[in-house]
Structures are given as C-alpha cells and as structure tokens.
C-alpha cells in the first residue's frame, strides 16, 4: 500500500466524530425526560358535589376554594359533581343564592381522585344556624350483581326509621328493613343488596306504616347510590320524601 492510501485511512480513523450527528440525539433525550416529568407530576382532579338537607336555609350558591359547584339550590336537592382542583385543606362557603349572605362555612380534605359531597344540615342545638359537612363518596362501582345504598336521614319530625328494598310481587309484611331504627342525624355507610326491581319503602322504626313509597327502581347491577331522607315541607300526606342520586356505576 503506497504511503499516501496509509496516511488517508489513519487520518480519518483519528477525526473526531461530527457534533451535528449528536444533537438530534440529545435533543430527543431531553424532550423524552420533559414528557416523564409531566407524568410524573399529575394529580387527579377531585369530584365534588352538594346535597342541600337543611329545611330553614334559604336557596344557596356553594363555592369550593372560590369555584362555583351549586347554584340556587334548595332542600332535598343533590347536585352533579363538579371538577375542582386538589388541595389539602379547601374552603368551602355556603351564601344564600339572592344578597350573597354568608350561611356557613369551612375547610374540609378533599382527597386527589376521589368524590365528595358537601353536606349542609340544621344546627338542632343553635335555632336558626346550619353545619356543613364533607363526605366521602364511594367512587368505585359495585360488584356485577350487587347495588349498594347509602341513607342520610335528616327528617327530625319523624324521627328514627327503617327502610326497606322491596322485590316485585313480595308484601311489606314479609320483607326485612335493609336498614333498622337509622336515627335522626345519621348517615349509613353503604350496604349491598341483589341487585332487582324493588320499591324503596320508609317507616318509622317498627311499625309496618308506610311514610312513603317509591315507584319501582330497576337496578341492573354495580349502582352506587345515596338516598336523603327529609321532612315534607307542605303536605303531611306523605309524611317524607326521599332525593336518590347516582355516586358510581350505571348513569353515574
């Protein structure tokens, strides 16, 4: 091989590699590190709701670190959930929806992913006031053949209940309360049934008296679902009225 071919091979074996082949390279590693980080770093957004149990309130507007979830809203009524972003300790105030009044408020945790339900009932103790409460919803549905319920029972003139889940064809007098002598106040945790045609049924605690009745409710399995309970405001002919609202699976 001639002196000049030898000199022309080890020159290139000894150039330095081009930079512009390393840049796309780098670049690419860079925006693959900014794109894990995104990630990394998203919270969930939390689900949050108001369910109005107070008889004396007058219609409300309720923020929740200064975003609106419910407007105008009165007695017996059980919003859909809003998106609210996460915060360890958010405010949440109550006004009345005309003059902006302040009803109520406070902080309350309301957890990344998860639902929650701002509840406002009567102070019995301070005539005249109201407390606000935050609940955990469930949020994951209920097994394929099962509905699980949950009951708020704020009627204080009937006092404490037993509420019934009704199959087709079957006599009040032949079913089991699903729940016994729920007091005034109370909130059930959530309990699970086979899932079926059923008529909800309230009496007061013991006696076979129906205060009121509901048209049948189809349950096709997985419902998560909360019942309130509350006084009738105008009519004593049924002496309560029940709001259900959908927490998780079908229609929720």
């Known amino acids: 091989m001639r002196t000049s071919e030898r000199r022309m091979r080890l020159s290139r074996l000894l150039r330095p590699p081009r930079l512009g082949i390393a840049i796309p390279v780098s670049l690419a590693f860079a925006l693959g590190l900014a794109a894990c980080e995104k990630v990394a770093t998203y919270t969930q957004p939390r689900l949050v709701r108001f369910i109005d149990a107070s008889c004396i309130a007058p219609a409300a507007n309720v923020l929740v670190e200064g ?38 408020s406070t902080s309350g945790t ?23 409460t935050v609940l955990e919803d469930q949020q994951v549905q209920a097994a394929s053949n099962l509905s699980a319920f949950r009951f708020l029972n704020q009627a204080p003139r009937t006092g404490a209940v037993d509420i019934y ?8 007098a032949n079913a089991i309360p699903l729940v016994a002598d729920l007091p005034v106040g109370a909130t059930t945790g959530y309990t699970s049934f086979t899932s079926q045609t059923v008529a909800m049924v309230v009496t007061p605690t013991g006696l076979a008296t129906p205060f009121c009745t509901s048209t049948p409710i189809t349950l096709i399995g997985s419902e998560v679902r909360t019942a309130l309970i509350m006084d009738t405001q105008l009519t004593g002919n049924p002496p309560v009225q029940v709001s259900m609202a959908a927490d998780a699976g079908p229609a929720a």
């Open 67 to 104: 975003q609106l979830i419910a407007a105008n809203s009165g007695a017996g009524t059980i919003t859909s959930y809003g998106t609210v972003p996460p915060s360890q300790a958010a405010l949440i105030q109550i006004t009345a929806a005309t003059g902006g009044s302040a009803l109520v």
């Open 165 to 172: 889940m009704i199959p087709a064809g079957v006599a009040l």
């Open 110 to 132: 309301l957890l990344p992913g998860h639902r929650h339900s701002v509840f406002l009932t009567d102070n019995g103790a301070a005539p005249g006031s109201y407390t606000v």
